[in-house]
């Protein structure tokens, strides 16, 4: 499914859009530190040189950096949670070097076959199927952890939380935000020409309009499509809990009816927003 929470922007639109050949390149930048060092020691001009420590680190900060924006992109929309982030960095890095060890033992049998010819050709040979190999395999390999990050970060909303508001440049008043409780003009799900005025959870901002879930005070505890949110003060008239109704509308900037938010979602709602997939 794709992400609803968390601000405009982000790495969760690339990553959804990551084709095929953007993983072999993924990849390739992944097993760097492996492929790199194998054709250069095959190289007839350089034959058996290897690269230098400070060459060494280099090829290692981008297979890290590689793995790090992934694992930011796995988070989808929402603002990374540091220590998570340097979990799933961890996750994708180790899944990559297991690929690439594999594929490399695989080259190794494979290019030890006499019928290739010479040692040199076997070194050739060697070398081409490691970059090859090692590549594919990597780029798999951080494809599967990609995606199996990015399914647990929405089941279970830990890589993701409410996010504070940014000024709006052009007329220097206060966007909502995701994960703040704001009153508003919300668009009928069967009319939507008309509004009622209803609190609401903004889920995400747009150029023009903000995507929410609609708060209600009328009992919905017999209703799948509604859970309860907890009135941590936003409601003051009534002070009771009320129900947040899970389908997602759109209402413009114009329609809300206060310049600031009345409080903010209480972080358990918002970790039930993000793994009831509304």
Request: charged fraction near 20%; hydrophobic fraction near 45%.
């Amino acid at each position: 499914m794709t992400q609803r929470y968390g601000p405009s922007g982000g790495g969760g639109g690339c990553a959804t859009l990551l084709l095929l050949p953007g993983w072999f390149v993924a990849g390739y930048f992944l097993a760097l530190p492996t492929v790199l060092p194998a054709v250069m020691d095959a190289s007839p001009e350089r034959p058996h040189q290897g690269l230098h420590a400070s060459q060494l680190a280099v090829l290692w900060a981008i297979s890290a950096l590689t793995a790090l924006l992934l694992a930011w992109m796995a988070g989808g929309r929402g603002r990374p949670k540091p220590l998570v982030l340097l979990a799933h960095t961890a996750v994708i890095g180790a899944a990559a070097a297991a690929a690439v060890v594999g594929a490399s033992m695989a080259a190794e049998r494979l290019a030890a076959d006499p019928l290739l010819g010479d040692a040199a050709t076997r070194d050739a040979a060697r070398a081409m199927l490691i970059g090859v190999l090692g590549t594919v395999a990597a780029g798999i390999a951080a494809a599967v952890a990609f995606h199996a990050l990015r399914r647990w970060g929405r089941r279970t909303g830990y890589f993701t939380a409410p996010v504070r508001p940014r000024a709006t440049p052009a007329a220097g008043r206060r966007r909502p935000a995701p994960g703040e409780v704001w009153l508003a003009h919300v668009p009928l799900r069967e009319d939507r020409s008309r509004a009622l005025r209803h609190y609401c959870v903004i889920l995400q901002n747009h150029d023009s309009h903000a995507s929410v879930l609609q708060i209600t005070s009328q009992p919905k505890d017999h209703r799948r499509d509604h859970m309860r949110i907890p009135n941590d003060g936003w409601d003051r008239t009534s002070g009771k809990a009320h129900w947040l109704e899970l389908v997602r509308r759109e209402v413009p900037y114009g329609q809300f009816r206060t310049t600031r938010p009345q409080g903010m979602c209480p972080p358990a709602t918002w970790h039930e927003i993000v793994r009831s997939g509304a």
